[in-house]
DNA sequence: CAGTATCCAACCTGATACTG
DNA sequence: CAGTATCAGGTTGGATACTG
């Protein structure tokens, strides 16, 4: 089925101050560097977790890349960080209800993509055939 | 003020299929490749665009990179490319619903950092007094 | 266990020059 | 106008080794 064209104007939603545009922009690029989101997921669904064992929850991550994600949410506020004075360390990572709230945020992308999921993977498909067969520029 | 502690699990709404999962993750990059948004703000305000308009409307990105985010938007169906036979080149590009869209659901993230401006703020200032403070670990 | 420190390869990006 | 091609610099991220 093809696009409708459309020329219309339409508003995103919220106002669009020029400064919290920047925040926002930075925010977003911090949240989604690719572990922020993961990581909310699963200290959101496992509640209170170690040091190693959001690693394993999250899957796939690098040490060096855990600690600096849960570094940057903490000071973001995303998480609080709880050393247990005990040998060996035990240091627990736990969301704050702003790094909940977050995640919250996140749904309408989540189901976003859950709904289109079937029509990214189609356009993808159409758009490396149109590739194959057709030059990038037209000559008229 | 203190945070609450928290050790209850909380799910954040959607079911989670591994594969989801893997797609939202791969959405959420993507989109926030510091371009996508921009561009869909861009063409969600002004509506359809040229090329160069776009690039204008976004600001401060190189030819390359908006040539890159369009083709990518283009492949996942974020937007339309109609070019006009015409000498000089006359290329229009307009978001479709599935591109308008996911800019809606990203307003969910643009509320919450609204929101929560100010506290992410307070929140890194009081990081950096500790970490001034502080050695990053604390021998009992 | 929970990090830190270092090295290195891959990637991203901007600048520049060129084309239909 | 709307790209493509190439090159160079900076950043990112993984692997590895080491520490309190």
Redesign the pocket.
């Known amino acids: 089925m093809a696009q409708k064209k459309r020329t219309t104007k339409r508003s995103l939603g919220p106002e669009t101050s020029p400064e919290l545009d920047a925040l926002v922009r930075e925010i977003i690029e911090r949240v989604a560097?690719?572990w922020t989101m993961l990581v909310i997921e699963a200290l959101a669904e496992h509640g209170t977790l170690?040091?190693?064992?959001v690693g394993e929850k999250v899957g796939?991550?690098?040490?060096?890349?855990l600690?600096?994600t849960?570094?940057q949410m903490e000071a973001d506020g995303l998480v609080t960080?709880t050393v247990l004075p005990v040998i060996?360390?035990?240091?627990?990572?736990d969301l704050t209800d702003m790094g909940f709230e977050l995640g919250k945020a996140f749904c309408g992308v989540w189901i976003w993509a859950e709904k289109y999921q079937k029509a990214i993977a189609k356009s993808r498909a159409e758009f490396g055939r149109r590739a194959a067969a057709m030059p990038?520029?037209r000559?008229l």
């Open positions: 560097d690719k170690r040091f190693t064992a796939g991550i690098s040490q060096k890349m600690t600096k849960l570094r960080r060996p360390p035990h240091v627990e990572y990038r520029v000559a």
